[in-house]
């Protein structure tokens, strides 16, 4: 494996580099990205945002060309990734459509459903949501009790989803609904407009942030067969593969380093960064951060050379928990005054995405099971 950027990866970047410093308003930390990409003023952004992105090519560059990318590749891809989050991802939920749901449309979709959904995430119209947890199923999704019920030339659509991140104000929601049978073998995949009749939307106010979570309420939402996606009862499998690219989409190692970089400046401002206790523990943060960032890497060089997913990606998103905690440690004892609303806008940013880390996109300890059962080989406890 050879870790260095290519030119192009260098060129790469330094063309979204430049089209960032230029197009982020300069409060962007202390209002726009203060509350995360779900916050109002950022999705409102993202709008004329996202299209300038698509004009310079810089959205789907990863995605084959067939579907108005560039063959450009997971490096390219895990670049963008990188240098958006670590900026409070300024695309808002455009990420979502670009990392994962646009690849599932590509690999399970109709030919219809390719032309119909994928070309509105690459020129940046259309903002996404996710709607598989509900309250008795998180962990345990399979537990789902949202139906689809044939009828006629398509679906109705009953029951209710949770911590929906952005459904607030998101255009396409992609669902999990049961259709038949119970257990993994009922999971559909939906594909549906959030303002569909019949859906109602409650948002619920959180310690991380008062805009990202929502309840989704779906009372006889009729959607036409063409919203399925895949066969009856092939969501478990593309709900798995996709999952894949979900733990690892953002690249929460790079926010932390920046952010690791930004507290070392507080702290000898404060004249604190001369107690070697505390170099030292920023020292021990910067150990987790990078050692995230390579076995991220490690995941993107098997998706590079096409290799099936696999238990890479349980080890490399653990590892970028232990890294947000880490760096958020730091700042929550050492410049805590720094991250109530009148501190400073990146480190409260990043403190409070570290809160959700270990929960959001599967839980820590489930990796841990993962990692224990599908790397390590270890066999079940009684
Ligand atoms: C910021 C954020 C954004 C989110 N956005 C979305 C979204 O957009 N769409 C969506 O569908 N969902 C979303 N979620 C929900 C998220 O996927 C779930 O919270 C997560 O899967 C855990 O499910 P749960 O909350 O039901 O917790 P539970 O499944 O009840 O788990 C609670 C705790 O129990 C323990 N636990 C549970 N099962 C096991 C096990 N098998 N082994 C060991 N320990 C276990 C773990 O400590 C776990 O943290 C979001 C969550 C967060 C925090």
Known sequence: MDFGWTTSDDAYRAELVSFLTQELPNNWWDSFAYDGPSGPELMNNAGSFNR?????????????????????????QIIVSEEMWSRGEPRS??????NWAGPA??????EAQKHRFLRPIADGEVLWCQ?????????DLANMKTRAEPDGDGYVINGSKVWTSYAARADTMFLLARVGATGKGGVSC????????????RPIPAI????????????DVRVPADARLGEEGQGWDIVTTILHYERIGAARYEFSRRTLDHIVTHLKARGLFDDPAIRGECSKALAEVEAAR???????????KNLPPSADTYVARYSMIQADHAVANLSSTYLPDLLTHDGDGMLRAHFTAAITAGIAAGAAEVQLNMISGRYLGLPHGA
């Not at 939920?93 to 670009?98: F, H, K, W």
């Open 52 to 76: 300038k992105l698509a004009q310079k090519d810089l959205i789907v560059r990863h995605w084959p060309q067939a579907y108005g990318g560039q063959d450009a590749g997971a490096w390219k």
């Open 93 to 98: 939920s455009l990420y979502l459509g670009a």
């Open 105 to 110: 449309i590509m690999k399970f979709g109709t």
């Open 131 to 139: 709607g598989f947890s509900e309250p008795e199923a998180g962990t």
């Open 190 to 201: 939906f594909i549906l407009p959030v303002d569909a009749a019949g859906i109602t939307v």
């Open 208 to 219: 991380h942030s008062p805009h990202d979570f929502n309840e989704v309420f779906f009372t």
């Open 294 to 304: 390579l076995l991220t890497y490690v995941v993107i060089d098997g998706r590079a």
